[in-house]
């Protein structure tokens, strides 16, 4: 099975009867769902779960150049299981997210899995499978500016 895992940080502006109206129902120009959507395909996927109440364990290097395993708690996370019986995470913050959504095509065997995140407090993608509220930042956790 495939498993797509979807982020979509929500345009509160967006105006769906304007949408209606003057451009059938689809987005437009100066009128869009999501400020921001990002996408990822999984193959091998033997199942997909959804944990509401988890914490992402994030693998960075220290200072040092060692890598270590940084506890995120309180985000809601998509674990896919993978054939070789390995998991990968995709997680958001709790904080933020509006809601999720799951759906599967038994027709292709994928599994379409949807965090809708708020756009307010603001964002930020530390990795491409975790999307944090940037008042969560662990502290151990640098970035570089400039």
Not at 92 to 115: G, M, P, W
Request: with cysteine.
């Amino acid at each position: 099975m495939k498993a797509q895992i979807k982020f979509n940080v929500i345009n509160p502006d967006y105006n769906k009867g304007y949408a209606d109206e003057y451009h059938a129902g689809k987005e437009s120009e100066s009128n869009w769902k999501y400020f921001w959507q990002a996408s990822y395909e999984i193959k091998n996927v033997l199942s997909v779960e959804m944990i509401p109440n988890g914490t992402y364990q994030l693998k960075i290097k220290n200072s040092s150049g060692n890598n270590i395993i940084c506890p995120i708690p309180d985000v809601c996370i998509y674990r896919c299981h993978l054939e070789d019986k390995s998991d990968l995470d995709f997680a958001v913050s709790k904080s933020i997210l509006n809601k999720t959504h799951q759906a599967h095509n038994e027709k292709y065997d994928i599994a379409r899995c949807y965090f809708y995140i708020n756009s307010l407090p603001e964002s930020i993608e530390l990795q491409y499978n975790l999307i944090l509220n940037v008042n969560e930042i662990p502290s151990v956790i640098w970035i570089k500016q400039g």
